[in-house]
């Protein structure tokens, strides 16, 4: 949805994605060579690109992680404040791409072999006792995308929604979701429609 805005406003070649579908804990444990193919073909595909949002999944819990590609640093958006070592499990095959992804592509990440990890800056965080954190990393994601092109990297951080969230803006969340369900999936005309045929499908990194 966000991607679609981007492309709207032309800034399409700023912003790239990891499809969670493809890469989250479970493809991890259960094809774990497959899933570091995909996140190297999906940095690889994306090379010329500002940024890399991963929206990540783990243990019932979203999260969003973003590759900053000039930078060499991964940003960690969680609104559970969990420790860093709760996607450890995540962050070690992600450098062992990241640093095969470098050598191919000389000068990005300022040559970082490692991405070095961001966690401790201001940012909305969720409440205790509420299961908000996907509502979370969408709003994080339209916070992040809404900025112009030339946005530095901390810059872009600082326009992240920065308290914790009430009912309001998480109607809000939804409602921007329903309309793009209702425009571009259910209707006939809209980009991502499907009749319901269901065909062989080969999964692509990334949908430009």
């Not at 640093?73 to 992804?101: E, G, T, Y």
């Amino acid at each position: 949805m966000e991607l679609q805005r981007y492309r709207k406003e032309g800034w399409q070649h700023q912003v790239g994605f990891m499809m969670p579908l493809i890469i989250n804990q479970k493809t991890l444990n259960k094809n774990y060579k497959e899933t570091c193919q995909n996140m190297y073909h999906s940095l690889m595909r994306q090379h010329y690109k500002s940024y890399i949002m991963i929206p990540y999944n783990y243990g019932y819990h979203w999260v969003l992680l973003v590759i900053c590609m000039e930078s060499g640093n991964l940003v960690v958006f969680d609104s559970m404040r969990c420790p860093h070592a709760a996607i450890q499990h995540f962050i070690d095959p992600l450098n062992r791409v990241w640093k095969q992804f470098v050598k191919k592509n000389k000068g990005v990440g300022q040559g970082k072999l490692q991405l070095e990890v961001r966690m401790n800056f201001s940012y909305a965080r969720q409440q205790q006792g509420i299961d908000w954190c996907g509502y979370y990393v969408c709003d994080y994601i339209h916070g992040l995308v809404k900025c112009e092109k030339d946005t530095t990297e901390d810059c872009r951080i600082s326009q992240v929604y920065n308290a914790a969230f009430d009912i309001y803006r998480i109607n809000a969340v939804c409602e921007q979701l329903a309309r793009f369900i209702v425009k571009k999936i259910l209707d006939p005309r809209g980009k991502f429609y499907h009749d319901g045929h269901i065909n062989s499908v080969r999964f692509n990194i990334l949908r430009d």
